[in-house]
């Protein structure tokens, strides 16, 4: 492909979308982008085979951009996504994406969190809803959501939706749309319900595929094959040879996840545990943790990580190989992304190597095995994490912004901005990262300072997750 077809100057964007996308630092389209943006951009409806990190949220957020009014106060354009994690991602690059346009409001409506709040903003007025299925269709059936002005209907990540059982919803929330809208849907894979899903949503679509395999030279893969009672172990020993700075170590089931969260933090390391048993509050904490880089090691079922896209993240270590080699894929494409080098250990036992030979004949080349004994511990102090998180109680709905909290750190502290991190900030609580070796003496100092005028209570999230 020539390069010029690869510019977004060469699509039909307004002057002021390409120069915000050039300030992005988006000047190149990815795969993803370059095929599904052209008849995307035509009005055409569109089934599009991409995965998390390939850029396929830039691809339906200009293409609904493009389509919107930004002088009519109505909802124009709806987002599905399978967790509240993507729907808070997407939410975040549409806005990004949307700077060149004036006062574009992009609201987030998602379960496990209360309603009421989300009704109140959208009694405010909207231009974009990102949000989950079942949300969105009790909003709709409340008469809280209005699409009468909708035209244009994402579905992204569709196989998880359909995978966590939300085709009914997608399907009652599609009848609920104008029937001349247009519809984008994007799927990693495309099992048979994805089809008959688009048999129903969509006119004529146009089909695009990328290339799903992650580039070898990208993703460094070992195995190593174990007793099956030695996997505990040998996570411990993969850590201490390779220290990663960040790793998502993935298990088939709850139970291994909590054994092995548990045995790292007996170990010293600063390990969180994912899984589907979490409260929403627990869940949001470990997600910021692991993001912000306060957590070295996060342990993980595929139904709790879906959604998740952790920038620079060193390594993927499967504790457990997945029956389904296409979840591999997905698995270890979450390292080695932007064009970093990642990171994948996978460990094996025998019973595991029917699954491993699916994977093999997937990827279309054999594993690359390594024995145990070549691994040599390191000092584990290494391993602690840079930074530890505060939590302040108190978030959107005393009005604190991240800058708020900067300033109360920078300017009435004097703390530099490189001591500090990511600031989160949710509906009732934020986050904020920091030095680790300064963590204690900065949440003291803020309780006995304020934020944006008024006392805050602060404390440490300690390295269990409490």
Same mark, same amino acid.
């Given at each position: ?333 979450? &390292?080695?992304? #932007?064009? %970093?080098? *990642?990171? =994948?250990?996978?460990? /094996?036992?025998?019973?595991?190597? +029917?699954? $491993? ?72 609580? &934020?986050?904020? #990262?920091? %030095?680790? *070796?300064? =963590?204690?003496?900065? /949440?003291?100092?803020?309780?006995? +300072?304020? $934020? ?15």
């Amino acid at each position: 492909m020539p390069a010029e077809s690869t510019a977004f100057s060469s699509l039909p964007l307004s002057p002021a979308t390409v120069a915000n996308l050039q300030r992005l630092g988006y000047t190149e389209m990815t795969a993803i982008q370059a095929a599904a943006l052209p008849p995307a951009l035509l009005g055409k409806d569109l089934i599009a085979q991409a995965k998390t990190g390939s850029g396929k949220t830039a691809a339906f957020a200009l293409t609904l951009l493009a389509n919107l009014n930004a002088r009519r106060f109505a909802v124009q354009s709806l987002v599905l996504c399978p967790t509240r994690e993507l729907a808070d991602q997407v939410t975040a690059e549409v806005r990004r994406l949307a700077r060149a346009e004036d006062n574009i409001k992009v609201v987030t409506v998602t379960g496990g969190v209360p309603s009421r709040g989300q009704i109140a903003t959208l009694e405010h007025g909207a231009h974009i809803v990102v949000g989950t299925p079942g949300r969105v269709l009790d909003l709709l059936d409340r008469g809280n959501l209005q699409l009468d002005a909708l035209n244009t209907l994402v579905l992204d990540e569709a196989d998880r939706m359909l995978d966590m059982g939300f085709a009914d919803d997608v399907v009652k929330v599609g009848m609920q749309c104008p029937s001349t809208r247009q519809t984008l849907l994007f799927s990693a894979t495309f099992p048979d319900g994805i089809m008959k899903l688009a048999a129903r949503f969509m006119r004529d679509p146009v089909t695009v595929k990328v290339e799903s395999q992650h580039a070898s030279a990208v993703i460094e893969q070992r195995w190593y094959e174990i007793e099956d009672n030695d996997r505990v172990d040998a996570v411990g020993r993969l850590l201490d040879h390779f220290r990663p700075a960040s790793t998502l170590a993935f298990c088939n089931t709850k139970l291994r996840v909590r054994e092995v969260a548990a045995w790292l933090q007996r170990q010293g390391i600063v390990a969180l545990a994912l899984h589907g048993d979490l409260e929403q509050r627990d869940r949001d904490q470990v997600l910021v943790r692991f993001a912000n880089r306060s957590c070295s090691v996060l342990v993980a079922t595929d139904v709790a990580a879906r959604g998740l896209d952790i920038e620079g993240l060193d390594c993927v270590l499967n504790v457990d190989v997945t029956p389904d080699p296409e979840v591999h894929i997905h698995r270890i494409g979450r &390292t080695g992304r #932007a064009g %970093e080098s *990642g990171l =994948a250990l996978n460990l /094996a036992s025998m019973d595991e190597m +029917g699954a $491993v030979g699916r994977i093999e004949q997937l990827q279309g080349k054999e594993s690359e095995w390594h024995p145990l004994k070549e691994l040599t511990p390191a000092n584990r102090d290494h391993l602690l994490p840079p930074m530890a998180t505060l939590h302040l109680q108190g978030g959107r709905k005393e009005k604190i912004r991240p800058g708020d909290v900067l300033g109360a750190l920078t300017k009435d502290l004097g703390y530099t901005r490189e001591q500090v991190g990511k600031i989160d900030v949710n509906e009732f609580s &934020t986050y904020v #990262a920091v %030095e680790r *070796g300064i =963590a204690q003496q900065v /949440a003291a100092r803020l309780n006995a +300072g304020k $934020v944006k005028g008024r006392n805050v209570k602060v404390r440490v999230l300690d390295d269990s997750g409490d």
